[in-house]
């Protein structure tokens, strides 16, 4: 199906029917409802069909299993998790697999939350720092179309605001299967002179594992107080985050078909991570008339410690033949990273409001700036935690500056245009260092700088004010691991190879409708286009670079509907569908000797991607969600396909007249054991089986039903 070649047609036909009032007398007639979240109409605001918002009641009435769903909320994406519970989420969208957010630039009030240059891979995305209940919502934007957005933004952005206050405080227990214990204490006060918000979170789990606890210990803090009004204000925000945990890994179909490991068994009970992440910020907005000023300043500090085992004795057999680690000598796989950094930054903007020529405009120029002093980003062979020796470890300082424009022009009461220009420069300096052959890693130290300008498009055209058509185009880019940058030699063989491009571009553009109908229906329809460039990709696992050699396109549609019934029942829908290709087959080698596999499939692109729920809000106290994901079969390497799966939360719960409230979260309701994700590669899991290894599907199944009560106090 080439969706590129129906685009006009599909969008001509949508546009027929959007003069017709079909809810016109109804909605006239109907009383006005507030609604939230993807309901919110943003018809005259939105500047590209990709763009939403998911306000906090729509994130607190969905049941999730970890805090990066959270990003689910966003139509298309997919969160899965191929280790422990601390580790960040992998992402899927528009056919890319996102890893944990090279291709998607994630924020909290502006403070970015992507790692660049991280030991485990670029653009790391790991949100468990930030406490649901503290949301105030959630601003998405797909696509490469926005002026404001940088680094990471290929496939689209999220900017996470968190309260200003709240409108109870409440203290909350939460028990559940597989030791499952977590206590929350959140709420706002008048402080007299400001508001202060606070929350203090603690979660224990061990995991339905049979032969690992992962025993997650992560604590979290939120202190932010606020001065000022709405438009006129200052704000200090501080977050503290700090985690441990053990991991069970992907596992390898043959180990679980003879025996070895049940499904949710693991093959090395030694990995796992430990974290933290401390940042303070500080936000100042001040309106000048039609003018408005966003600052925005902050500082992280970051630690992460991870031991990960992906092959088993592929690259280390053990001596003795036994898989049995031995005492001060190298056996098995493991390995660890490590990471150190502090990072500082701001982020300015100036809106300005202007008649130019008799037309309405809207101007805004801003700056970003961002420096990471890495301490350290290694990657160490270890045993059992302990490390044995140092492939690389290195320390780096990366730079990047911004400046932007954006002008949205009204030309007419329907017509509107909105251009976008960017540039950014990013300086890259790598003191390479190794304790086991630094003569060799010294040729690894460099320094390089380069920049690069984005152009930004957008038209949109108010048919009427139920119904709102978009066509937007633009170029992003993501930033690559400054010590691919630099490098000239790989750090296990010593042989020369190919430095990565500093910055790859990507080229994106759709077209789309959106409605809002009787204050009722929420719904769009988007055709969309990526294009990325060649490039050379910095694999952290392995410290070195690896090459796609060909450039890859992307396309698809997204189709999502929100439907507020009445004031009890809300529904929602959510389809998208993508093709994802390489512009040229690229070649796959089984570790077994057969012939090499040609494939110009995209590993880890999903093709179909279904979301749905029910809500339900009674007078009587009463209110319940139940939604269910589902994604396809999906490409993975030498020609095999992921399976599809399919899972269905659901929440139940009872606000008493009393400040109490009750809820229930069954996860995973139909006990699905499907796949949360899955990959091929070679490994080796004894002494029998081939030196070279054994190419084999690697997976890590769902976690079972599991129930969740929590109850909370509200004051």
Same mark, same amino acid.
């Given at each position: 199906?080439?969706?590129?070649?129906?685009?006009?047609?599909?969008?001509?036909?949508?546009?027929?029917?959007?003069? &017709?009032?079909?809810?016109?007398?109804?909605?006239?007639?109907?009383?006005?409802?507030?609604?939230?979240?993807?309901?919110?109409?943003?018809?005259?605001?939105?500047?590209?069909?990709?763009?939403?918002?998911?306000?906090?009641?729509?994130?607190?009435?969905?049941?999730?299993?970890?805090?990066?769903?959270?990003?689910?909320?966003?139509?298309?994406?997919?969160?899965? =998790?191929?280790?422990?519970? *601390?580790?960040?989420?992998?992402?899927?969208?528009?056919?890319?697999?996102?890893?944990?957010?090279?291709?998607?630039?994630?924020?909290?009030?502006?403070?970015?939350?992507?790692?660049?240059?991280?030991?485990?891979?670029?653009?790391?995305?790991?949100?468990?720092?930030?406490?649901?209940?503290?949301?105030?919502?959630?601003?998405?934007?797909?696509?490469?179309?926005?002026?404001?957005?940088?680094?990471?933004?290929?496939?689209?952005?999220?900017?996470?605001?968190?309260?200003?206050?709240?409108?109870?405080?409440?203290?909350?227990?939460?028990?559940?299967?597989?030791?499952?214990?977590?206590?929350?204490?959140?709420?706002?006060?008048?402080?007299?002179?400001?508001?202060?918000?606070?929350?203090?979170?603690?979660?224990?789990?061990?995991?339905?594992?049979?032969?690992?606890?992962?025993?997650?210990?992560?604590?979290?803090?939120?202190?932010?107080?606020?001065?000022?009004?709405?438009?006129?204000?200052?704000?200090?925000?501080?977050? *503290?985050?700090?985690?441990?945990?053990? &991991?069970?890994?992907?596992?390898?179909?043959?180990?679980?078909?003879?025996?070895?490991?049940?499904?949710?068994?693991?093959?090395?009970?030694?990995?796992?991570?430990?974290?933290?992440?401390?940042?303070?910020?500080?936000?100042?907005?001040?309106?000048?008339?039609?003018?408005?000023?966003?600052?925005?300043?902050?500082?992280?500090?970051?630690?992460?410690?991870?031991?990960?085992?992906?092959?088993?004795?592929?690259?280390?057999?053990?001596?003795?033949?036994?898989?049995?680690?031995?005492? *001060? $000598?190298?056996?098995?796989?493991?390995?660890?990273?490590?990471?150190?950094?502090?990072?500082?930054?701001?982020?300015?903007?100036?809106?300005?409001?202007?008649?130019?020529?008799?037309?309405?405009?809207? $101007?805004?120029?801003?700056?970003?700036?961002?420096?990471?002093?890495?301490?350290?980003?290694?990657?160490?062979?270890?045993?059992?935690?302990?490390?044995?020796?140092?492939?690389?470890?290195?320390?780096?300082?990366?730079?990047?500056?911004?400046?932007?424009?954006?002008?949205?022009?009204?030309?007419?009461?329907?017509?509107?245009?909105?251009?976008?220009?960017?540039?950014?420069?990013?300086?890259?300096?790598?003191?390479?260092?190794?304790?086991?052959?630094?003569?060799?890693?010294?040729?690894?130290?460099?320094?390089?700088?380069?920049?690069?300008?984005?152009?930004?498009?957008?038209?949109?055209?108010?048919?009427?004010?139920?119904?709102?058509?978009?066509?937007?185009?633009? =170029?992003?880019?993501?930033?690559?691991?400054?010590?691919?940058?630099?490098?000239?030699?790989?750090?296990?063989?010593?042989?020369?190879?190919?430095?990565?491009?500093?910055?790859?571009?990507?080229?994106?553009?759709?077209?789309?409708?959106?409605?809002?109908?009787?204050?009722?229906?929420?719904?769009?329809?988007?055709?969309?286009?990526?294009?990325?460039?060649?490039?050379?990709?910095?694999?952290?696992?392995?410290?070195?670079?690896?090459?796609?050699?060909?450039?890859?396109?992307?396309?698809?549609?997204?189709?999502?509907?929100?439907?507020?019934? $009445?004031?009890?029942?809300?529904?929602?829908?959510?389809?998208?569908?993508?093709?994802?290709?390489?512009?040229?087959?690229?070649?796959?080698?089984?570790?077994?000797?057969?012939?090499?596999?040609?494939?110009?499939?995209?590993?880890?692109?999903?093709?179909?991607?279904?979301?749905?729920?029910?809500?339900?809000?009674?007078?009587?106290?009463?209110?319940?969600?139940?939604?269910?994901?589902?994604?396809?079969?999906?490409?993975?390497?030498?020609?095999?396909?992921?399976?599809?799966?399919?899972?269905?939360?659901?929440?139940?719960?009872? =606000?008493?007249?009393?400040?109490?409230?009750?809820?229930?979260?069954?996860?995973?309701?139909?006990?699905?054991?499907?796949?949360?994700?899955?990959?091929?590669?070679?490994?080796?899991?004894?002494?029998?089986?081939?030196?070279?290894?054994?190419?084999?599907?690697?997976?890590?199944?769902?976690?079972?039903?599991?129930?969740?009560?929590?109850?909370?106090?509200?004051?």
């Amino acid at each position: 199906m080439n969706i590129k070649q129906y685009a006009l047609p599909l969008t001509g036909a949508l546009l027929l029917p959007l003069s &017709a009032p079909a809810f016109a007398s109804e909605a006239n007639e109907m009383e006005e409802i507030e609604v939230n979240g993807h309901r919110a109409n943003l018809i005259g605001e939105a500047i590209s069909a990709s763009v939403g918002e998911v306000s906090q009641e729509d994130i607190e009435i969905r049941p999730i299993l970890r805090t990066g769903e959270i990003l689910e909320t966003i139509p298309g994406m997919v969160a899965t =998790q191929h280790s422990g519970s *601390g580790k960040a989420n992998q992402y899927f969208l528009r056919g890319f697999n996102l890893d944990h957010g090279t291709d998607f630039a994630t924020s909290v009030d502006k403070m970015p939350v992507n790692f660049r240059t991280h030991a485990h891979g670029q653009g790391y995305t790991d949100i468990n720092f930030i406490i649901p209940e503290l949301i105030q919502d959630l601003t998405y934007k797909k696509g490469s179309y926005y002026a404001d957005v940088g680094d990471f933004s290929g496939v689209g952005a999220a900017d996470i605001h968190m309260a200003t206050s709240l409108e109870q405080s409440q203290l909350q227990v939460g028990l559940g299967e597989d030791n499952f214990y977590r206590g929350l204490l959140a709420g706002s006060t008048s402080t007299g002179v400001g508001e202060l918000v606070y929350g203090l979170e603690y979660q224990r789990y061990s995991g339905p594992w049979s032969d690992i606890d992962e025993n997650v210990r992560k604590k979290n803090a939120f202190l932010r107080h606020t001065w000022g009004d709405d438009q006129d204000n200052v704000s200090i925000t501080f977050m *503290g985050y700090d985690n441990g945990w053990n &991991a069970p890994d992907q596992i390898p179909q043959r180990a679980v078909d003879e025996g070895v490991i049940t499904e949710r068994g693991s093959l090395d009970q030694d990995v796992g991570g430990e974290t933290y992440r401390y940042s303070l910020s500080s936000a100042w907005n001040k309106s000048f008339d039609d003018d408005h000023l966003n600052l925005s300043v902050y500082a992280i500090r970051y630690k992460l410690d991870l031991w990960s085992n992906f092959t088993y004795y592929l690259e280390n057999p053990c001596p003795n033949g036994t898989p049995e680690p031995g005492n *001060g $000598n190298r056996c098995g796989d493991e390995f660890a990273q490590k990471d150190r950094r502090d990072i500082y930054g701001w982020d300015l903007s100036y809106v300005m409001q202007d008649e130019w020529a008799g037309f309405d405009v809207v $101007n805004t120029v801003g700056s970003q700036a961002r420096y990471d002093n890495i301490g350290e980003v290694g990657l160490y062979n270890t045993v059992r935690r302990r490390d044995v020796d140092v492939v690389r470890s290195d320390k780096v300082q990366e730079w990047n500056t911004a400046v932007y424009w954006q002008n949205q022009w009204q030309w007419t009461d329907k017509l509107r245009t909105v251009l976008g220009l960017r540039y950014d420069y990013f300086h890259f300096d790598v003191d390479a260092q190794s304790a086991r052959d630094p003569s060799t890693l010294a040729a690894n130290s460099g320094s390089k700088g380069e920049g690069i300008f984005v152009p930004k498009f957008n038209l949109v055209y108010t048919i009427n004010d139920q119904w709102e058509y978009y066509a937007s185009v633009g =170029q992003g880019y993501h930033s690559n691991d400054a010590r691919g940058v630099v490098q000239t030699l790989d750090p296990i063989s010593g042989e020369a190879v190919d430095s990565a491009d500093p910055l790859v571009k990507t080229f994106g553009y759709e077209t789309g409708v959106r409605a809002f109908l009787a204050e009722q229906l929420n719904m769009s329809l988007v055709l969309w286009s990526l294009d990325v460039d060649s490039e050379l990709i910095f694999v952290g696992d392995s410290g070195a670079t690896e090459d796609t050699g060909t450039s890859s396109t992307r396309y698809g549609l997204e189709a999502t509907a929100y439907y507020y019934l $009445n004031d009890e029942w809300t529904l929602d829908l959510e389809y998208s569908y993508t093709e994802a290709s390489y512009d040229h087959d690229l070649e796959f080698e089984p570790a077994n000797g057969s012939a090499p596999v040609f494939s110009n499939k995209i590993p880890g692109a999903i093709p179909h991607v279904v979301a749905a729920g029910v809500n339900a809000q009674f007078d009587n106290g009463l209110f319940g969600n139940m939604r269910v994901r589902y994604f396809s079969e999906y490409p993975l390497d030498g020609g095999r396909k992921g399976s599809d799966a399919t899972i269905t939360n659901m929440r139940l719960g009872y =606000q008493f007249k009393a400040p109490v409230r009750l809820t229930l979260d069954i996860l995973n309701l139909f006990d699905s054991d499907s796949r949360d994700i899955e990959y091929y590669y070679a490994s080796r899991i004894n002494e029998s089986e081939p030196s070279e290894g054994v190419d084999d599907v690697h997976f890590r199944v769902y976690e079972p039903r599991t129930f969740r009560f929590y109850a909370a106090y509200q004051f």
